[in-house]
């Protein structure tokens, strides 16, 4: 009897053990997929008279990861189909070290393929973990999102402060400031080791029934896919091109650059309420206004041009915090199973990415196309208003493949 105890408390330990590494290992690689893009935008400026170029090619460095989410967003599931979860994850962070590197390494050419490389390499990452979380923790997808979003928007919010001090002040350069987060990539590498030991997670429909649902037949789908690809455009274009704008404001670049991880740090605690509260509500279309209202007036205060520059920052922040968690929570909310959940985020950031592409670089040729921001920031409210459209359609009560149930 005490050796069947002793054999019980070691397997539970084990158990707790794996259950912690897993936990942290969805952190780490949550953390990985925003800081190799926020910590772009504030040394735009930087890079551009480096190297010579336009705005509107400079908006390509932003432009193109979102690209490569669209391209191989799709493929994702099938790949965790074929090869597990595990293993197509750390394939994706391996190759997310490699693309980092070769993004720092030389000159345009190598900034250009080495972004691309990142950006495949997070589109994979950024599909499968809302599936891994509705796999791991059904009874608990509202918190476990909540700590994936905080974990990427924290280590997206640190990037974007530090960058451009370790540009300038610490003498890294626009090169070494955005080569030093392959060292957090590798990190999460190492981590993420441990799970490949374990039983290979393919992506199944729960129960003998393994009929596939046509998500592109699905106007729910279709809802959840624009409002997720409208919300992505609005983020990228303001990590983007908010140092630009706030430097034309008469604030320094080192400042500006620190607003925009303000912005990030104000989204932090609404990405872990938001999940927690909208996996809760019968359905989300009032956290779909109150996102949509937080954007109106801070992309509104900043086109009034009056000193409140902090507080316009911080509620852009909170827009983008909801937006962010309401998006990646309707993929596990709006679907039946793990296979559907991983489908739908797929199609949503394959076509969504794809929408949110257009942002940085169309916003940086209506800003060289009118020397000036109040057109670019305009067109932005109006994004916002189809946002909230597409949103409340999406927040309704349903589930895909029975939405007229």
Known sequence: MELEQQKSNSKMKGSQAAGALLILGVILIAAN???????????????????????????????????????????????????????VLFGSLLLLVIGIAIRSAWSIGALMIGTVILGLAISICNVLMPSLIKEKYPLKIGIMIGVYSVAMNLSGAIASGISAPLANQAGFGWKG???????????????????????PQKLQTAGHNNKRTNLWKSSLAWQVTIFMGLQSMLFYVVVSWLPDILKIQ??????????LSIMQLALLPVTFIVPILAGRMKNQIPLMLL???????????????????????????????????????L????????QDAAELSGMAQS???LLAALGPILFGYLHDLT?????????LLVIVIFMLITGVAAGRNRLIGVENA
């Not at 955005?178 to 030991?197: C, K, T």
């Not at 008469?250 to 607003?259: K, M, N, P, R």
């Not at 852009?316 to 309401?326: A, D, E, N, P, Y």
């Open 371 to 379: 020397n000036g921001w109040n057109v670019p920031l305009i067109a």
């Open 351 to 353: 076509v969504g990415y």
């Open 291 to 329: 996102t949509s209202l937080f954007f109106l007036i801070g992309i509104g205060g900043l086109l009034s041009g009056n000193d409140m520059v902090l507080l316009w920052v911080i509620l852009i922040g909170i827009g983008s915090g909801c937006s962010f968690s309401l998006a990646m929570i």
């Open 177 to 199: 400031a955005l080569g030093l987060w392959g060292l957090l990539a590798f990190v999460a590498l190492l981590f993420w080791i441990p799970q490949l030991r374990r039983q």
């Open 250 to 259: 008469g604030l320094s670049t080192d400042f500006a650059g620190w607003l």
């Open 33 to 87: 997929l925003r800081a190799p893009l926020t910590s772009v935008g504030p040394l735009i400026g930087m890079i551009r008279d480096d190297l010579g170029i336009s705005n509107t090619l400079i908006g390509l460095i932003t432009t193109l990861p979102l690209i490569a989410f669209a391209v191989l967003s799709p493929l994702a599931p099938r790949m965790a189909r074929r090869f597990g979860m595990s293993s």
């Open 331 to 338: 993929f596990g909310l709006r679907t039946r199973n793990a």
